[in-house]
């Protein structure tokens, strides 16, 4: 019931994304980093793997949970979503660390993961956006103690 009503609530977003895109953009995901989240993943990505660039207020229909209703990309079903004010920056580490993130969430769907939470799902998500961003040498967005928490089910997940 309550499963039900969420994937609703999600397809109503998504069609509300639609028609509030008419002019998004859509570009592929640079192939270095579908190759990062493969060998940490050890998923096989699609190699056209699409980013929608959707108007900057457009993301928070994309989820109503706390995470994504101001976060600065999202995944669902498969289709990464960035927001117009990051897609100029696609270059820069910590757009990349996302774009790092928002794959993994794609691994995550073809692998056909179930979690506990929602915090085992970020876990993996952040921890491979904090070793991209340790790679490139910028601060990590998470400690190994927040991501074994959120890997716990602690916390606001
Ligand atoms: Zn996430």
Do not use: W
């Amino acid at each position: 019931m309550v499963a039900g009503n969420v994937a609703v609530l999600l397809i109503g977003a998504l069609l509300m994304i639609d028609n509030a895109c008419a002019k998004a953009a859509e570009i592929t995901a640079p192939p270095d980093l579908i190759a990062f989240v493969e060998d940490r993943t050890g998923i096989a990505l699609p190699k056209d793997q699409k980013i929608e660039v959707i108007a900057d207020d457009s993301l928070i229909f994309i989820s109503d949970d706390a995470e994504h209703a101001g976060a600065d990309a999202a995944e669902a079903f498969g289709v990464i979503y960035i927001p117009e004010r990051i897609a100029d920056k696609i270059e820069e580490p910590r757009v990349q660390a996302l774009i790092v993130h928002e794959l993994t969430h794609v691994a995550q769907e073809l692998r056909g993961n179930v979690y506990a939470c929602a915090g085992q799902r970020e876990a993996e998500a952040y921890k491979n956006q904090s070793i991209y961003l340790l790679k490139v040498g910028q601060f990590p967005v998470m400690s190994p103690a927040e991501l074994q928490a959120l890997a716990n089910c602690e916390g606001s997940y």
